[in-house]
T-cell receptor, first 118, second 116 residues
């Protein structure tokens, strides 16, 4: 299947600093990527849709200025958590579809990033 | 707005037996897609099975099959001959939108424990 790689897998940062998470499609080009947040033993909550070459579309209630998304190329989307605080600690997951496989196909997910803000 | 509901937070099954996970959803759309994803302890999301709403035939993938009841807006997952490796959190998902921009809306998840 198509591969989506996420980096880093784990990161610990100090409160007030920013941290960047990368999501790469390794063997396909993705004009659209999705960012999710997951708390322990809970569901995946969609945060935003990342669009290559244009602004991301954020879900209601997600702070655009805190969660900066950049989709500068067809294989890379980044999520930057700015001025992180302990409440931002969570598991962040990205996903994308391979357009070559046809429309409405499965989404492939990155391995996820566990962010801990201390 | 579309919603997905999984009413079983936790379930357990003995190895080699069969278990059914429930999922209901609410939508006003006629064409959509439904998925079951598995999230093992590694937390990597893995597609288990997929169903197109316009297809009446229930999808099957080896030991996994679904019971899709469109009128009732129900989409349950049956796992036959359960294996220890099936232990994971299972998420039912509805795809909103279409093409590569379609958003996945997830249910709350069901944690399945397969016991030896």
């Amino acid at each position: 299947g198509a591969v989506v790689s996420q980096h880093p897998s784990r990161v610990i940062c100090k409160s007030g600093t920013s941290v960047k998470i990368e999501c790469r499609s390794l063997d396909f080009q993705a004009t659209t990527m999705f960012w999710y947040r997951q708390f322990p033993k809970q569901s995946l909550m969609l945060m935003a849709t990342s669009n290559e070459g244009s602004k991301a579309t954020y879900e209601q209630g997600v702070e655009k200025d805190k969660f900066l998304i950049n989709h500068a190329s067809l294989t890379l989307s980044t999520l930057t958590v700015t001025s992180a605080h302990p409440e931002d600690s969570s598991f962040y997951i990205c996903s994308a579809r391979d357009p070559q496989r046809g429309l409405n196909t499965e989404a492939f997910f990155g391995q996820g990033t566990r962010l801990t803000v201390v | 707005a579309q919603t997905v509901t999984q009413s079983q937070p936790e379930m357990s099954v003995q190895e080699a037996e069969t278990v059914t996970l429930s999922c209901t959803y609410d939508t006003s759309e006629n064409n959509y897609y439904l998925f079951w994803y598995k999230q093992p302890p590694s937390r990597q999301m893995i597609l288990v099975i997929r169903q197109e709403a316009y297809k009446q035939q229930n999808a099957t993938e080896n030991r996994f099959s679904v019971n899709f009841q469109k009128a009732a807006k129900s989409f349950s997952l049956k796992i036959s001959d359960s294996q220890l490796g099936d232990t994971a959190m299972y998420f039912c998902a509805f795809m909103k939108g279409s093409g590569n921009t379609g958003k996945l809306i997830f249910g709350q998840g069901t944690t399945l424990q397969v016991k030896p």
